[in-house]
């Protein structure tokens, strides 16, 4: 009986006012608001001699949030619509698919034009500047690191130049960058799920839309990592010409194949080289070492400065090792860099930390990249380009409005973060000709919200 008792006299009605449901998406889009991000794709999407009644540049950044706030279908977009005592008119799902139709590549390139402009204003403005990324125990200083990959995301209906994968699964293979120092997702390109995983071309494109997302006075020191699919001879060629550029310092750290030569090579290793390997806190990393094979290998058709790295370590037990490995009882990994100094050990240490791209796209794909919700191609280009942007405020809210009051926030992962923070419910007051959005004063996270608000209210309007 007394397991019961709670629910006693309790019962249910849909009369309720003034109750808003995720109130912290609210930041999102006022996010999107001061920091001049709503404007910019307002003019980017504007068309001579028609007034929409929905601007699409708010229909955009509406998509957006609800992309963060965890909608996987434009019809998601009703969660927003049932908020417009805070929010006011939000457009339909048939508009928004009218509006992501009316994405073409010319406005693609205006739309990376104003996400590039917002980010200046909002790098400008970050508390205690961009952070450094971190390696090994120790930051890069104010060295940009953009890294590079693939994914697979699988559809389960036949879509626009979804195929087969490598993978032997069906969908897309789209190619992203983000940036390791801010978690923002810069750019991307959707490809068919048949497009190979070292294509030079689509690399190139984009890095090259990357780093024009990186303000110029950030873009003086860039690192590029890859794993190996980036090792190409024309990709390594053309970040050596970047690297070129007067007033800019490009270094990369691409992984490359344990080719035959390659083993030769570390046949040739005296025992003595072999130097241990760091972990990631900075110690010594057990079971693992760390030697150059540069000079041991004939590197003439490669870009002048090239080094060739390797690392060797102990495997795991189950690990499939290839018959060169099973001989000597070592897991070989090996990458280029033209790095010219530091120790071997820190980078090693730097190029392994590229594997925290995996998180960023473990929630990219948890933040609308998962799943693309057209049958034709062009919207669902366009609704990747809404992942970036979402992604984009989320990496903004952490970095701006997480201040100290609200550190509890920041280690979320996106789901968690949604539960505290953009799923909570609040009441709308009215008084006084304002507005107060109410959260319940025994939310646990209830003080850290509202401080991000007020962060997010204190980012000065773009000139």
Not at 11 to 27: C, L, N
Not at 96 to 112: C, N, Y
Not at 391 to 409: C, G, K, P, S
Not at 441 to 460: K, L
């Amino acid at each position: 009986m007394k397991r019961t008792l709670w629910s006693s006299g309790l019962s249910v009605s849909g009369d309720g006012v003034g109750v808003v449901a995720h109130a912290g998406s609210v930041g999102l889009r006022l996010l999107a608001d001061r920091t001049g991000l709503t404007g910019g794709l307002a003019a980017a999407m504007a068309r001579h001699s028609f007034t929409p009644v929905h601007d699409r540049g708010r229909v955009l950044v509406d998509v957006a949030v609800m992309i963060a706030d965890g909608g996987e279908a434009i019809a998601d977009i009703d969660v927003l619509r049932h908020q417009s005592c805070v929010l006011g008119p939000v457009a339909s799902p048939p508009t928004v698919w009218r509006t992501l139709d009316e994405v073409t590549p010319g406005r693609l390139k205006k739309i990376a034009i104003a996400r590039a402009r917002t980010r200046r204003h909002v790098w400008a403005h970050l508390p205690g500047g961009v952070p450094a990324s971190q390696v090994a125990g120790t930051d890069l200083g104010a060295t940009v690191v953009l890294d590079v990959d693939a994914t697979i995301v699988i559809t389960h209906s036949e879509k626009q130049n979804a195929a087969a994968t490598f993978k032997r699964t069906f969908g897309f293979h789209p190619l992203g960058v983000w940036c390791d120092n801010t978690s923002e997702f810069l750019a991307a390109k959707l490809r068919a799920g048949n497009a190979g995983s070292n294509t030079t071309a689509d690399h190139i494109e984009v890095l090259t839309e990357a780093m024009a997302q990186i303000p110029g006075t950030h873009r003086k020191k860039l690192l590029i990592r890859s794993d190996g699919a980036g090792a190409s001879h024309g990709l390594l060629d053309w970040l050596t010409e970047q690297g070129q550029i007067r007033g800019r310092s490009l270094e990369y750290s691409i992984g490359f194949a344990v080719t035959e030569k390659i083993r030769d090579a570390i046949r040739l290793v005296p025992q003595q080289v072999w130097s241990p390997a760091t972990n990631a806190d900075g110690g010594v990393r057990e079971g693992g070492d760390v030697a150059e094979l540069t000079g041991l290998l004939d590197l003439s058709g490669w870009p002048a400065g090239m080094r060739v790295i390797v690392r060797r370590e102990r495997p795991h037990p189950g690990a499939q090792l290839s018959l060169f490995e099973e001989t000597d009882g070592w897991r070989y990994q090996a990458f280029v860099t033209n790095t010219s100094t530091g120790q071997l050990a820190l980078l090693e240490a730097r190029h392994r930390a590229h594997a925290r791209v995996e998180d960023r796209i473990r929630h990219a794909k948890d933040t609308g990249l998962g799943r693309f919700p057209s049958r034709e191609f062009g919207i669902n280009s366009a609704w990747l380009t809404l992942t970036m942007i979402a992604a984009d405020l989320v990496a903004w809210t952490r970095l701006i409005a997480f201040t100290a009051d609200a550190e509890v926030l920041a280690t979320c992962e996106p789901k968690a973060l949604r539960y505290r923070l953009l799923h909570v419910p609040a009441r709308l007051i009215h008084g006084q000709r304002r507005r107060r959005l109410k959260i319940a004063e025994t939310w646990p996270w209830a003080a850290a919200i509202v401080a991000v608000f007020a962060n997010i209210a204190a980012i000065p309007w773009p000139a």
